[in-house]
């Protein structure tokens, strides 16, 4: 199942038999399958194997679920500080080469939130809260120290809403709310999905589609050194947006810092391209405000960042630099 995104919290009645909240990991999403041998698979949520990456989480899962288990999860890494570090999954998944000593310096557990199908049994169709209450027995004799663990869940939306504001500091993301009478729907939307997002500012360098009517923005951050760095690209932008921009951008020249086109990756919130990325440089003074979430990678905003409005007031000296949040 996937989840939608909303702007609040859901209070429980909004959801069919009671909403229950779940900490929104940091990760990458993972169904793991032991079958009947007691073999383990381990899929992405684009049906992509990986087994190679996270060869731990294989073993753990191996010892910790029977033959004939299926479930869904998160790989997650908490580093030495006690935050959730994406960049040490994306190493692991991308290069090959240092794999199996990252299994054992920068190991990864597995977060499991949810049970398809055991001995046989599939759960799929049965409501969530059956569904919790078998993988709270599948999981009930796993020690301390196993990498597989279980999900926390809470049915008070007060305390949903401490989770929301104090686990950030961890590099939770924020939360999922599901309905506890709804059944899994493979494939489909059916949780909701609320991330900690706060406002900041950003400077434009350039955009996506027609000058006079953009598409998205390109954008920018000085570095403690004075370079100006791509640090994230807008979601698609509504008119009203398109309008208050009309006007305000002008072309720039060679002597802009950014290439003609980005190589691909150089922007947040892109999709998964090998392609360069085409756009338009426009020169950097005008300040855009933006809100965020917490996920960061490569010193950039790794997720799409939403336009707010733009920022008359300021000037490119008045932003933050790199991603600080002031």
Same mark, same amino acid.
């Given at each position: 199942?996937?989840a %939608?995104?909303?702007d *609040?919290?859901? $209070? ?21 399958r ?34 004939? !288990? ?7 890494r908490?580093?030495?500080?006690? *935050? ?8 692991r ?12 310096t ?17 759960? *799929? ?5 059956? *569904? ?21 869940q ?11 504001? &104090?686990?950030?500091?961890q590099?939770v ?11 899994y ?14 406002? !900041? ?14 598409? %998205? ?30 006007g %305000? ?18 922007a947040?919130?892109?999709?998964? %391209? ?5 756009? !338009? ?8 405000? &933006?809100s965020?979430?917490?996920?960061? $990678? ?27 949040? $002031?």
């Open positions: 199942m996937a %939608t995104a909303v *609040r919290i859901p $209070e429980e009645r909004a959801c069919s038999g009671g909403c229950r909240y779940e900490p929104k990991f940091d990760g990458f999403r993972c169904v793991a032991v079958d009947d041998d007691g073999g383990v698979q381990l899929w992405s949520r684009r049906l992509k194997r990986l087994d190679e990456a996270f060869p731990e989480v294989v073993s753990a899962v191996s010892g910790a679920l029977p033959p004939g !288990t299926v479930v869904d999860g998160e790989i997650v908490w580093g030495p500080d006690g *935050r959730l570090d994406f960049s040490a999954l994306q190493r998944h991308v290069t090959r080469r240092g794999r199996a000593g990252r299994a054992v920068e190991p990864c557990h597995y977060v499991v939130f949810d049970v398809l199908e055991t001995g046989g049994v599939d759960h *799929r169709p049965a409501p969530l809260s059956s *569904r919790r209450t078998e993988l709270e027995r599948l999981l009930s004799d796993l020690p301390g120290t196993s990498r597989v663990v279980l999900c926390p809470l049915r008070d939306v007060g305390e949903a809403r401490l989770w929301f504001e &104090i686990l950030v500091a590099g993301e924020g939360l999922v709310v599901k309905a506890a009478a709804d059944p729907k493979e494939g489909r939307r059916g949780w909701w999905k609320v991330k900690h997002r706060t406002t !900041t500012e950003a400077i434009i360098g350039g955009v996506t589609g027609p000058l006079d009517r953009p598409q %998205t923005l390109l954008l920018g951050r000085h570095t403690t050194a004075g370079t100006l760095r791509v640090v994230a690209r807008t979601t698609p932008l509504n008119p009203r947006a398109r309008t208050a921009l009309t %305000t951008l002008t072309p720039a020249g060679d002597e802009h810092p950014w290439p003609e086109p980005l190589p691909a990756g150089w947040g919130g892109l999709p998964s %391209t090998r392609d360069p990325i085409h756009y !338009t440089r426009v020169t950097p003074t005008a300040v855009a405000e &933006i965020v979430d917490a996920a960061v $990678e490569h010193g950039r905003w790794r997720h799409s960042v939403r336009f707010l409005r733009l920022r008359p007031d300021l000037t490119p000296e008045d932003v933050p630099h790199d991603l600080d949040l $002031e």
